[in-house]
């Protein structure tokens, strides 16, 4: 073995280690980073950066809370991991009965996994097989263009075609996206959808509930989203919310389907759920999901799991962010970032450089005026803009946004807000 001392942790790095979403070649280096608190990340040589959107939306109360950190600390020395299937554990059942508490009204069964992705899986079995097992043959889903649900074949094959799941189109499940509705063409939207909707084909509808984040932070009306939850429910399609980016407070509500008035079927939450600790999904449903699979015959039943299913530890770390979302310091924090996020937003939209603005309880996104033709390395040019100021941000295409950690302070935010303003005068 190589002692540390004599190469470095980025040239170790790139010997054997394959990054995610990379493409090695263009972007041979990861950088390091060796230690994180609350809202801030350190580097090596002990440079902090604003890590303003919470390490892709999951340490939303800050990096190693000490309440989360010690909580799962002790539950470590009772019980670390056990089979899930025949076995149940007090942080489990403490962590459904927590969830079903906040969840919007109609969520009754709380499913296990680890993952955003999985949780998608999960959700499109749940509404594959819902209708399998009521005997009518529905193999069709329904999705938004440019959705996102994660990287596994399920979860690719409902989300927006792209350069990442291209080369996997053969392989997809059945799936017909249909675009998102806005006030003025969701009767449109409707009415067609009314006709395909009759043939009775298709099992579930999968949507991100007001925002698309991988979509650089779409946001569309509560309105016609509505309307579409509605037409989908007349018709006996499944609703699958996939609230693993909105979900727990980003959108000022616990979830974004709390802004919506028909509630969902089914629930798929990841990301912020565990507080940014470890990684953990969950799939919720309603009563009569449930239903559904209850039989006397076996092969009714859902027969999905992981190894580390309701792993102790994730339970713990979930139910310890759910304590803190719940508190009156979290939702001082949440209102004093939409407050200020609006007070940038005065500033800034209209900038030359700023073609729009938007904004969704934290989650702030502006779109540049610039033609990314002539700019195709903007987005790299930005990144590291931002990284030398000290903040850490990740535009995509030509969108900026922050969703920085509740716990943000004012002086953090205003960086934030600065590098924004500033990298604008560069262009
Ligand atoms: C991140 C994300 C996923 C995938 O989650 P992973 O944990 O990365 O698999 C799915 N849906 C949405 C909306 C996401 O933001």
Redesign the pocket.
Known sequence: MNPPTRHTLKDRDSKYVWHPLTQHKLHPHAMPIARAEGALLFDEDGKSYVDAIAS??TCMYGHCHPYILEQVGQQMQRLDQVVFSGFTHQPAVDLAEALIDILPFGQQKVFYS???????EIGIKMALQYHANRGEKRPVLLAFEN??????FG?MSV?GLSVYNGPFEAYFLQVERIPVPQEDTVDTLIGRLEERLAKKDVAGFIY?PLV???AAMKMHSATGLDKLLALMRTHGVLTIA?????GFGKTAAYFASDHLQTKPDII?L??ALTAGLV?M?VTSCSQQVYDAFYSDELAKGLFHGHTYTANPLACTAALAGIKLLRSEETWGQIRRIETAHRRFDDTIRSHQKVRSTRQCGVIYALDLDIDMERYGNLRDRLYRYFMEQGVFLRPLGNTIYALPPYCISEAQLQKVYDSIASVLETL
């Open positions: 892709w939306y680890d993952n955003g992705s999985t949780a998608v959705g996102f649900h994660g990287d596994t979860a989300s991100e698309q984040g991988a996939d609230e693993v980016m909105t798929c990841s990301k990684p999904a």
